[in-house]
């Protein structure tokens, strides 16, 4: 999905390099939305076998995914090499052959891919791993302003929580008519793979899951007390999305889309941003092996905006998280992730993208999404979604595609292209923030939570169904939208997206807006 969450968290702002999410502010700007194993599956370096040469030592810190074939002793095979080679075990994940590696030798992965058993090797990262400190990233949400809150209160209803008035997004999806029928199950878990959550704000308290949290940034996880929040000046995006799934509906505050299911958090993102592709492999085993029923993705997999499948170095990422993905969904996850906000069309034979590496110097290349993917969102099996606004329509930036997008959802627009009803006042989307605040975000960041939330309500009414039967009822309980008329959401004259398909399936909505009182009640 594209990047309106902080990179993936996806934004709408072309600069930011994470999630899919768009933060607007006040005008037009837009923020786009951005696996451990058990002890016998995941395991530590070994002890170290002695070099044949030596090697050098000279280069940049780098981060490496080498993968491998399935099994203790594959992997073991291969961590030997790892070590000859120069490099260090961070850890291996026997069960998807997946081994993550930090080495300073400028031809570790030339030198790891020609060992047998080696399917493939890369560099995570353009850029040498350095000392993490703490930095506000992305675009930052728009606040709630008392008044704000104080008219909303007044306006609410006593089935609603006080906020819940200027949630347009929830009517949008049937999401309150849902809740009359269904708050969700506690049963069912939906993971946050973002920037961290705040699990202390008093909407996300209530629902918090903390066995299924972690932080996932090193490559292995970290279940220290608190590991998944965000620091002090991180970005709040996984904050954000989190209220969106499963904010309490508890006289307090706004209301999420499944108020009574669990969320968790599994923080992937470095402080400055970056979603590397050892955290997101890490993210996906661990939600795979702690009961997650559904995770949200709002972001890319850093720094590659499109992974190249052809590239040594970019194709090794792809395939470590197409096998991440995969077991996750073969044990029984829902994974949904947001399209991105670059007003890209994902189903083009050619994309021009001036983005990546966002880590080190950019450059311009014309890529094919069929060879060069957005991930997760492209992955197989990945439920992909675009945004749409107030007024029903695809948000200004959300990327799209005929055959890429699943289906759509609420992820706000500038009120200057779509408004909403009053009491609604703001064109975005109000969830939580970090310290017990609120706030406004816009992005494909935001629409994926609504579909994460939706998938959880299918899975609280279907306890027992696979992900591909869950999938299934969420695309047949959408509801089907047209393209309608020629897009030109600007009203400047042009055409500024082409929809291709019919009312059934089509490239801007896919089989249509998501409906969470079917989702309920089917």
């Not at 030997?80 to 075990?89: D, L, N, R, S």
């Not at 350095?130 to 089935?159: F, H, R, S, Y």
Request: hydrophobic share 40%.
């Amino acid at each position: 999905m594209a990047h309106l969450a902080p990179r993936r968290t996806r934004e709408a702002h072309p600069v930011s390099r994470r999630t899919r999410a768009l933060a607007l502010p006040v005008g037009l700007a837009l923020v786009a939305s951005l696996g451990f194993l058990p002890a016998a599956t995941a395991t530590a370096a070994p002890t170290g076998a002695p070099a044949a040469a030596t090697p050098r030592t000279d280069g940049p810190k780098l981060s490496y995914v080498v993968n491998t074939g399935t099994g203790r002793a594959a992997v073991q095979r291969v961590e030997k090499a790892v070590e000859q080679a120069g490099g260090t075990v961070v850890i291996s994940y026997d069960r998807v052959g997946v081994i993550v590696a930090h080495s300073q030798n400028p031809a570790f992965a030339e030198t790891i891919r020609g060992v047998r058993g080696v399917a493939s090797a890369g560099a995570t990262r353009t850029n040498p791993i350095v000392p993490q400190a703490t930095k506000d990233v992305g675009a930052i949400a728009q606040p709630l302003t008392e008044a704000q809150a104080a008219a909303a209160a007044a306006a609410a209803t006593a089935d609603e929580d006080p906020l819940e008035p200027l949630q347009w997004s929830l009517p949008a999806i049937k999401a309150d008519k849902a809740h009359q029928k269904s708050l969700g199950s506690k049963k069912v878990t939906v993971a946050v793979i973002d920037t961290g959550v705040d699990d202390t704000h008093p909407d996300l308290a209530p629902n918090f899951d903390r066995q299924a949290s972690a932080n996932c940034v090193s490559g292995a996880p970290d279940t220290t007390a608190g590991s998944w929040r965000p620091a002090a000046g991180e970005s709040d995006h996984g904050t954000h999305v989190a209220g969106t799934i499963a904010a309490a509906k508890n006289d307090f505050g706004v209301t999420g889309v499944a108020p009574g299911v669990k969320v968790s958090g599994i923080k992937v993102s470095t402080p400055d941003g970056y979603f590397y592709t050892e955290a997101v492999v890490c993210g996906f085993l661990w939600a795979a092996e702690n009961g997650v029923d559904v995770t949200n993705n709002s972001y890319y997999t850093d720094p590659w905006l499109f992974a190249c499948k052809n590239d040594p170095d970019q194709g090794a990422l792809v395939e470590s998280l197409t096998r991440a993905v995969t077991y996750a969904e073969r044990r029984g996850t829902v994974n949904v992730a947001a399209a991105g906000n670059a007003r890209h069309d994902l189903s083009s034979r050619s994309i021009v993208d001036r983005t990546s590496p966002n880590d080190s110097e950019t450059v311009t290349r014309t890529i094919d999404p069929r060879v060069c993917p957005d991930i997760p969102t492209m992955l197989p099996g990945v439920v992909t979604v675009s945004a749409t606004g107030a007024k029903g329509l695809k948000s200004s930036y959300s990327n799209y595609g005929k055959g890429v997008i699943d289906v759509a959802a609420p992820g706000g627009d500038s009120t200057v292209y779509q408004t909403p009803e009053p009491p609604a006042v703001n064109g975005l989307i109000l969830s939580t923030l970090p310290g017990g605040r609120f706030g406004y975000k816009a992005g494909t960041s935001m629409a994926s939570p609504h579909v994460a939330g939706v998938v959880a309500l299918i899975k609280s009414r279907h306890p027992s169904a696979s992900p591909a039967a869950v999938k299934v009822l969420l695309g047949l309980q959408a509801d089907a939208k047209a393209c309608g008329a020629p897009y030109d959401i600007d009203g400047d004259g042009t055409v500024a997206a082409v929809c291709e398909g019919t009312k059934v399936y089509n490239g801007f909505y896919g089989a249509g807006v998501v409906d969470a009182l079917d989702a309920v009640r089917w």
